[in-house]
């Protein structure tokens, strides 16, 4: 596609469900991000993507997170037994690049709201 | 890390220039810095880089003083539609790009 595609766009939980987010980072990008935005804040980082391997995992709130990323393309955002303070918009980007002078294009973001 | 600070909001009027500088005291030699826009429910964009004096794109320049310790994002004749928060980072050491809080601009009529 032409650019980041993130789904679903909205999701509705009940607390202690699990939930799974995808992202389509654009094609041929080998950096991808994951970030969480909680209504009225700034952005936090969660984890980092070079192709399929995460050299970075430190932003992860919890173990009940974990991210995977296949083929060096889609990658998947699973929270294992959802709490009410997980709800935010959890969004994507992608990089041709990573490193010195880098750009992030990010998608729309998947609004996760935890009942 | 290389930690910015912006103001936490700015009003402007229609046609004006809008300035918001950044600073960043501890930048690393190699870091950029860059500028992003968000609008709400959508995720940031990017609008423009640099890494010392000046750079102009079709939306914004962006002036970087020699020493590199702050950084200011110029919006020529803003619009109702520039209304958005402004976010400027500095890429910090190892793998993380750090979004502060950013710049709340709103424009007025």
């Known amino acids: 596609g032409a650019g980041v595609s993130q789904s679903p766009s909205n999701k509705v939980t009940e607390k202690g469900k699990d939930v799974e987010l995808r992202c389509d980072p654009i094609s041929g990008h080998t950096a991808l991000y994951w970030y969480r935005q909680s209504l009225g804040q700034g952005l936090e980082f969660l984890i980092y993507f070079q192709g399929n391997s995460a050299p970075d995992k430190s932003g992860l709130p919890s173990d009940r997170f974990s991210a995977e990323r296949t083929g060096g393309s889609v990658s998947t955002l699973t929270i294992q037994r959802t709490q009410q303070e997980d709800s935010a918009v959890y969004l994507c980007?992608?990089?041709?690049?990573?490193?010195?002078?880098?750009?992030?294009?990010f998608g729309s973001g998947t609004q996760l709201s935890v009942l | 890390l290389a930690k910015t600070t912006q103001p936490i909001s700015m009003d402007s009027y229609e046609g004006q220039e809008v300035n918001i500088t950044c600073s960043h005291n501890n930048i690393a030699t190699n870091d950029y810095i860059t500028w992003y826009q968000q609008f709400p429910s959508q995720g940031p964009r990017f609008i423009i880089q640099g890494y010392k004096t000046k750079v102009t794109n079709e939306v914004a320049s962006l002036f970087i003083p020699a020493d590199r310790k702050s950084s200011t994002l110029s919006l020529p004749r803003v619009s109702l539609s520039d209304t958005a928060v402004y976010y400027c980072?500095?890429?910090?050491?190892?793998?993380?790009?750090?979004f502060g809080a950013g710049t709340i601009l709103r424009v007025k009529s």
């Open positions: 980072l500095a890429r910090s050491y190892g793998n993380k790009l750090v």
């Open positions: 980007a992608s990089s041709p690049t990573h490193g010195v002078g880098e750009k992030l294009f």
